[in-house]
């Protein structure tokens, strides 16, 4: 089982978009796949049609219950979507008080883990997106994780950003003695402007070793894909983002060949998806 965080304390850096859009390409491969958001703002379950103040299980409970020491089963907090091989357990409101709750609790940042070992079985993959703050909810999921993305805009503020980010993955690694496997993903990406070459120029610079293959090109698609509330692998397979993010799912998963996430398999899975929605 693959485990994915998304993380990156400065927002709006296309941090969901890039877990949704993977999840979507990974499912339409007919692999069962888990998103869970970690994010009090619930972008993540917003995107799929939840409410995040009329959610009853989720995140939310599955921390309360593992405090609780109680035998949480992982699928009371499931949602499935509407797409085909691809669930959420969703955020809340009331993850906001997690935080205060549990502060640095001893064993609380190994939540997700634990829970996460029961699921092997279940999902080939998982990916989480995390709230843009250093807390319980991302120290969860870098423990949980396998590699963690971090999104950032190609502009210089976020650039900044970057760095107080690859900060705390240092401090992070130090104090849990793990390498955390990153990969710094550029978004947003305008070639037309100057700003924009710049930007992924330093990020060149500065993350060699660590960086996408390609950049994140802006693509008015993903905002039109969120009024769908499917993934943007199954409203318009031809745009030049969703092409980006395949770049990155070869470079994250080796072993994945272009047959194996073609637009072939998209189709098909598109048409599934079609004739469920029709029935």
Partial sequence: MNIWAFANQKGGVGKTTSAITLAGILAARNEKTL???????????????????????????????????KNIDLNSVVHTTEIEHLSIIPSSVA??????????????????????????????????????????????????CDQLVVPVQTELLAIKGLHRMLRTIEMIENSLHKK????????????????????????KDECKGFLSAEPIPIDTKFRDASFT???????????HGLKAYKTLLQQMLPAINDEAIDN????????NNKNRDAA
């Avoid at 959610?55 to 593992?66: A, P, Q, R, T």
């Avoid at 190994?110 to 319980?136: E, R």
């Avoid at 990153?182 to 330093?202: N, W």
């Fill in 180 to 203: 955390i496997i990153y990969t710094v993903l550029p978004t947003m990406y305008d070639k037309r402007t100057l700003a924009s070459q710049k930007s992924l120029q330093i990020l």
């Fill in 264 to 271: 072939k398999a998209i189709d098909n899975n598109a048409a």
């Fill in 229 to 239: 509330g499917k993934p943007i692998s199954f409203t318009n397979k031809n745009t």
């Fill in 95 to 144: 993850v906001a008080t997690l935080e205060k709750r549990f502060g640095t609790n001893n064993g609380m940042g190994l939540i997700l883990s634990s829970v996460l070992k029961n699921a092997t079985q279940q999902y080939k993959h998982v990916l989480i997106d995390c709230p843009p703050v250093l807390g319980l909810l991302m120290l969860n999921a870098m423990v949980a």
């Fill in 35 to 69: 998103m869970i958001d970690l994010d009090p703002h619930a972008s993540m379950s917003s995107y799929f049609g939840m409410e995040p103040e009329t959610i009853n299980n989720g995140v939310f409970e599955l921390f309360i219950g593992h405090s609780e020491n």
